[in-house]
Structures are given as structure tokens and as C-alpha cells.
């Protein structure tokens, strides 16, 4: 587990005051209060001080004012826990005796050792608990790392993994996928099979698209064919602009178009199946099934148009799928308002927005090229 730096640090104090000791081993014996201390294990914290443990008599003398290690019930059973080697008592220089100038260790220490050792037996207490505390600290270590890195992970988690502190999103190895814009989407073909037979039921799409022209109004809806997985929102948004844009039916102000939701409209612009385009189509006596194309069903209210040229797209205009879609709305709508087909009458011309250009754009030896437009020059 990575451990997370946490709780207190250690920081040992000058002198030892985490019981490092100062030199050779000291004394094992001196009178004192019998100490205790928690028995040591690996990673635990050092033995007391040696001066601490200096400051006990090795034998125990009555002038002291303290008693015996050793008593009558028998050796002091924290002898073990209190001696660190095994230099006897009172040992010579280098064995960790008192320092050159304090007053030698034995009996008849008089008054002024007995005030030396009441302030020795206090750091003695001190240094005890100290080690209680230490043992505490090491033992509960594991735990806090825990905490903290418990800790710490909420902290980070509370702006979640993609956050910075401040509130900013972190940037990414991906970007992040940005929606295509409307000349993009009229540029993609989308897959839909020729022979497609929808359900033949139909949700008008939602929302409005007011006139923005003030010439002879007409009013449409979009009906879109269940089931077809197609972006409805782009055909209703491709009928108005292509119907509005003065290269169209709108061409200098004549006509204005406005799409409704509700209410009774002058045509419903229909988006449907192959199956479906043909069912409507043959109720005016139209047969779209030899090329598979649309129709201004003229008995109905309905101009149909074939999903699958408007998923496809045609030979004639091969990847200008764009133009494509507007010549296709063009066309139908231009049948709704009366007219009839034609065809170009001179090679390298613009075919006329009302020729078949889904069938073809040559006749008769005459090339013709693809055009989208009933007033393609403006």
C-alpha cells in the first residue's frame, strides 16, 4: 500500500529526549523507583537516557533517599526492562560513568544529591511517558496513514478526477468531441437500405421557424416516418433554409416560407421510408419504385421525400450530397406549387431544379450539370 505522509513528524529533541543514549552503556544497577517500560520490539523507540540511569545508586544505599533495587522478596522483576548491557556498576571512564565534576555515586550523597536526584526521578517520569507515547505513536502509525491517505484521497476526490483545485477542468490526453455544425452534417451520408418498408406513421418535429420574408406566405410542417434513425431536427432545419435562401422558391422576396408545429398548414413536407414514399406516391397515381425516388403526392397534403436518396444520395450528384438535399426539396416543393418537369436544352448547362436529376443529366446527346436551384445566377 503507498503510505501517505501523515499524523505527527518525528522530531527528537537535543539530549536524547527520545531515549537515544550518549556514549558507552550505563549502570544497570542504582537504587530508584523500579521503572518500567514497554517491552521493546523492532522499529520501537531507544532505551532511556543514560544520565537518567546514571543517576541511581548501584547499590542501593540507605543516604539516598530512595530504596533498594534489590529487597527481600528478590531480584527487581523490571531489572531486565531498565538494563541495556552488561557493564557493571560504577564502572570506570568510558563505561558511561557520570561526567568529570559531578559528585561520585555511593552512599552518604548527603542533601544536595538527594535535590539532584528528586529532579532526576521527575526526567525519569518524563522519559517513561515519553516512551508510552512513542509507543503509541508507532503503534498507531499504520492506522493513521490510513486516515490520511483516506483523507487525502477525499480531498482529491471532491472535485472529482477530472478537477483542478480551483474549479477549472483538467485537460485531457482526447479532446473532447465537439458537435458538427449543420454544413457538416448536410455533407455526411447516413445508412438506410433501398428497400426500407416503414411503419407508415409519423411524428411532426417540434418547433417553429417563422417567415422571414414578406412576400406570399406559406405555411408547412415536417412529418418525419417512425423508426427511421434519422436527424429530424436537420431535415426540418435544411427545408427552411433551402426554401428561404433567395436562390430558391423565395428568390427576390416573392414567396416566404414558415414552418408550423400545430395547426393546418398549406403541405406537410414528409421524410419516410422507400415503402412508405411509394404507398403515399401511388395515392396520386405516381409510381416511385422503378428508380426509387420521391413525389409531390398532389391528392394528399403530403410532398414526399424518399429517406433513402436523402441518406444516399444519387449517382448524378456522387459525393455533392449537400446540393444534392437542396435540389431534392427544391424540386418536390416546386411540384406543390405547380410546376412540371423539364429538362436542359444545351450541353454544359445548368439543369433545371424541375429535370429528373435523380434519374439523369444527359438526353438526347446533351450533357447537363448538376444544379440544386430555380435561380441558380443569383
Known amino acids: 500500500m503507498r503510505q501517505v505522509r501523515g499524523g505527527h513528524p518525528e522530531q527528537r529533541e537535543a539530549g536524547g529526549g527520545w531515549g537515544e543514549l550518549r556514549g558507552a552503556a550505563g549502570s544497570s544497577g542504582g537504587a530508584g523507583i523500579p521503572r518500567s517500560r514497554p517491552p521493546s520490539r523492532p522499529g520501537g523507540p531507544a532505551a532511556p537516557r543514560q544520565d537518567y540511569l546514571d543517576a541511581f545508586d548501584a547499590d542501593g544505599a540507605a543516604g539516598d533517599g530512595f530504596p533498594s533495587r534489590t529487597s527481600a522478596a528478590g531480584a527487581d522483576p523490571y531489572a531486565s526492562g531498565s538494563r541495556w548491557d552488561d557493564t557493571p556498576a560504577g564502572g570506570g571512564p568510558g563505561d558511561g560513568g557520570p561526567p568529570t565534576g559531578e559528585p561520585a555515586r555511593g552512599k552518604g550523597g548527603g542533601g544536595g544529591k538527594g535535590r539532584a536526584f528528586a529532579g532526576v526521578a521527575a526526567a525519569a517520569v518524563t522519559t517513561v511517558l515519553a516512551v508510552v507515547v512513542a509507543g503509541q505513536v508507532g503503534e498507531g502509525r499504520d492506522d493513521g496513514s490510513v486516515a490520511s491517505q483516506a483523507a487525502t484521497d477525499q480531498a482529491r476526490g471532491a472535485h472529482g478526477p477530472a478537477s483542478r483545485g480551483d474549479g477549472r477542468p483538467t485537460p485531457s490526453g482526447s479532446p473532447s468531441a465537439v458537435p458538427l455544425t449543420y454544413d457538416q452534417k448536410m455533407a455526411k451520408t447516413y445508412p438506410l437500405s433501398a428497400s426500407l418498408d416503414g411503419p407508415g406513421t409519423f411524428d411532426a418535429v417540434p418547433g417553429v421557424d417563422k417567415a422571414p420574408g414578406t412576400g406570399q406566405k406559406y405555411t408547412y410542417r415536417v412529418d418525419v416516418?417512425?423508426?427511421?434513425?434519422?436527424?429530424?431536427?436537420?431535415?426540418?432545419?435544411?427545408?427552411?433554409?433551402?426554401?428561404?435562401?433567395?436562390?430558391?422558391?423565395?428568390?427576390?422576396?416573392?414567396?416566404?416560407?414558415?414552418?408550423?408545429?400545430?395547426?393546418?398548414?398549406?403541405?406537410?413536407?414528409?421524410?419516410?421510408?422507400?415503402?412508405?414514399?411509394?404507398?403515399?406516391?401511388?395515392?396520386s397515381g405516381l409510381d416511385t419504385t422503378v428508380d426509387n425516388v420521391s413525389c409531390d403526392s398532389a391528392a394528399t397534403e403530403r410532398v414526399m421525400i424518399n429517406a433513402y436518396r436523402w441518406a444516399q444520395g444519387s449517382e448524378t450528384y456522387g459525393n455533392e450530397i449537400h446540393a444534392y438535399r437542396q435540389m431534392l426539396i427544391n424540386h418536390e416543393v416546386g411540384h406543390r406549387l405547380g410546376y412540371s418537369h423539364v429538362t436542359c436544352d444545351k450541353d454544359g448547362d445548368l439543369a433545371p431544379v424541375m429535370q429528373q436529376q435523380t434519374k439523369f443529366l444527359e438526353h438526347d446527346g446533351i450533357r447537363c450539370e448538376p444544379n440544386p436551384w430555380p435561380y441558380p445566377a443569383s
Do not use: M
Open 225 to 283: 416516418e417512425q423508426g427511421l434513425r434519422l436527424d429530424g431536427e436537420l431535415f426540418a432545419q435544411a427545408v427552411q433554409r433551402t426554401l428561404n435562401d433567395n436562390r430558391s422558391w423565395a428568390h427576390n422576396g416573392g414567396r416566404t416560407f414558415e414552418r408550423i408545429y400545430s395547426g393546418e398548414p398549406d403541405f406537410v413536407i414528409t421524410l419516410a421510408s422507400p415503402g412508405t414514399t411509394a404507398d403515399w406516391c401511388a395515392k
